[in-house]
Every structure is written in structure tokens, then in C-alpha cells.
């Protein structure tokens, strides 16, 4: 892959879970950057432990030559909750602007099961006709706000939410104006299709509007116990879904070849949410590290 076109991240997750903050609690924020660093990587999203004030957090990741490049953000369209989600938004996006963040990914967070014991495959939320409406318009209107500072929006499909599926990622797609982007999760994708191929097919369909990567790898054994136990996202994920590219049933390298050869600018983020005291990060990080530099040149 072109080197000037694509940086590398990983996400903090992997040290601690923001949704179950006893996975990972030992690890510190200072430990948690440093180790990215020495794995190779030049990003990183934004965790629960982070500085949120930019005067603290940009020296921090400067000395070691870390770039905030994303940070999640939760939307409520659906359940009406726009102007909340819009002025919790504005600030959001000025704090990513003030630490050189381009790119904004959010997720759609109404009705979400992924934090819940619900089973992520059977009680999934879905979406009425009217909570599509009220969800498109409202991206659309983020898309526009964050035009004005010159960045963009990105949606991050995500397993246990009302835009999980390859139908639903169309339905959102369809409905959205061309500037609200896709942030693309190989894991996501795979988890909810369990098909490589299909995961391939959400990639080259979107590619235009594809303005964020996460390389999220998966465990078949895991997704396979999930849907016959009835498990709920965060059990799975406590089990092991999730891992570092390389370690799971994903083959990421056509996943490099089609963005290299369209020509894909921006990040790609290693995020691969494990039980720290299962699967040591910088252990983890480091494995990720290798296998990108092997498979994709990078």
C-alpha cells in the first residue's frame, strides 16, 4: 500500500474497555500510548482515559509521535433526541479539530443492544420506517456541520444496532447524502455475515465513501458459541470475537488490495477489543504491527 496515502492507529480499546471498564482497569493511560508507540503505530482513537483537554493531551502523544485520529461518538437520532445529539456533537467535533482529527466516527447508539445482556444476534434493535427518517436526516445534518471545519462523518456499523447488517449498511447508504461516510470495520462485517466475502462486498461497494478503516479480526469458534448460546455482545467479546488482524479468520489482504488500488487516503485502526489479562496488548499490538507490515507493505 502507497505509504504517503495511509497512516496506521490502534485503538485504545485493547488496553481498556470503555464498556466493561474492569477489562483492562490496571492499564494506564501513559503505559497504554507509550506501547502504542513502541508497536510501531503513529495513531490512535481516544479512550475513556484520556485527557479530554488538548493543552494535556496533545503533548503527551507528541513526545511520542501519536495522532488522535478518530474518537468514537454515540448518536440518538432515532429516538428523537436531535438537538441533544447535535450540541453534543458541535463540542465533540471542536475537541477532534483542536487535536488534528479529521474524520468523525459515530454510531447510531438508539435502541443498541451492545452493551446490554441481550443476545446480539436474536434481539438486535431494529429500526421503523420513521426512526430510518429521523436517522438519515440527522447524519445529513452532522455531515454539513462538520463540512464547515472541513471534516466528515463517518457511520460505524456495529453489531447490536439497528444498522448491524449488509441490508441495513444499504438501507443507511441509500438514504444519506453523498458526504455522510462509511467508517468500514472488517470485524463488524464479518461478525454479522460470518462470510468473508460478503464482508469484501460491503468494502468494494462503498469505497468511495469509505473515509475510515477499522482491521478488527474474528474467532469462528467464538461467533459460532455466541449464536448457540444466545450470548450478548460484550460476553462474546469477553470470550475472545474479537482479535488483532492476523490472528483470526479474516484474510486481510484483498481488504489491502482494494483500497490500495482505489487509491484510499486516511487511517486504518487496529481495534480488536480482548480481555487485556488474556491477551496482553502490546503483545497483541505488536503481532498487528508485524502482519500489516508483511501483508500490506506498510
Known sequence: MNKE????AIAPIG????DMPDLGSENTFQQTVSEMALAGFTGSEVGSKYPRDPAILKPMLDIRGIEIC???FSTFFANGDKQKTIEQFIEHMNFLHAMGARVIGCSEQSKSIQGTGLAVFEEKAI???EEWQLTAEGYNELARIAAEKGMRVTLHHHMGTGIQTTEEI???????????GLLYDTGHVYYSEGSQQKMLAVLEKY??????????????????????????????????????????????RPVFEILDD?????????????????ANPFEYAVKARKYIRENAGL
Open 170 to 180: 444499504d438501507r443507511f447508504m441509500e438514504m444519506t447524502d453523498e458526504q455522510v
Open 207 to 252: 469505497l468511495p465513501r469509505i473515509f475510515h478503516v477499522h482491521l478488527k479480526d474474528v474467532r469462528d469458534e467464538v461467533v459460532a458459541e455466541v449464536r448457540e448460546k444466545h450470548l450478548s455482545f460484550l460476553e462474546g467479546v469477553k470470550k475472545g470475537t474479537f482479535t488483532v488482524p492476523g490472528d483470526g479468520v479474516i484474510d486481510f
Open 127 to 129: 429500526f421503523s420506517d
Open 70 to 72: 478518530n474518537a468514537w
Open 262 to 278: 482505489y487509491g484510499y487516503k486516511g487511517w486504518m485502526v487496529v481495534e480488536a477489543e480482548q480481555d487485556p489479562a488474556l
Open 5 to 8: 496515502n495511509v497512516k496506521l
Open 15 to 18: 488496553w481498556t474497555n470503555d
